[in-house]
Nanobody, 121 residues
Framework: QLQASGGGLVQAGGSLRLSCATS????????MGWFRQAPGKEREIVAA????????YYADSVKGRFTISRDNAKNTVYLQMNSLKPEDTAVYYC????????????????WGQGTQVTVSS
């Protein structure tokens, strides 16, 4: 029901745009988040957006570089990633929660399959 895409290999300083397409049910009333998990590390939240797009959250490590957005007409959430660093290398997951709390990983009830982002130095 959540399909993440857009990952790949990019050099440091480059950009990628991830997309999360939703299907099977309407997620337009859900808050959506992007998480990432690097090898040997816990899955962490990167950015999140509420149903209307008027409220967003960013992890300190990506503030000013990443932008989350959503197009409810297209049932898609985006993560624009600029000025990528090697430490951004991870599998990126999109997720959905029916709650307005954006930062609590345990409240996200739907998860996509993940897309690999690799940033070379």
């Amino acid at each position: 029901q959540l399909q993440a895409s857009g990952g790949g290999l990019v050099q440091a300083g480059g950009s990628l745009r991830l997309s999360c397409a939703t299907s099977g049910r309407t997620f337009n009333s859900y808050s959506m988040g992007w998480f990432r998990q690097a090898p040997g590390k816990e899955r962490e939240i990167v950015a999140a957006i509420n149903w209307s797009g008027l409220s967003t959250y960013y992890a300190d490590s990506v503030k000013g570089r990443f932008t989350i957005s959503r197009d409810n007409a297209k049932n898609t959430v985006y993560l624009q990633m600029n000025s990528l660093k090697p430490e951004d290398t991870a599998v990126y997951y999109c997720a959905a929660t029916p709650y307005s709390v954006l930062t609590t990983k345990g409240l996200y009830t739907y998860w996509g399959q993940g897309t690999q982002v690799t940033v070379s130095s």
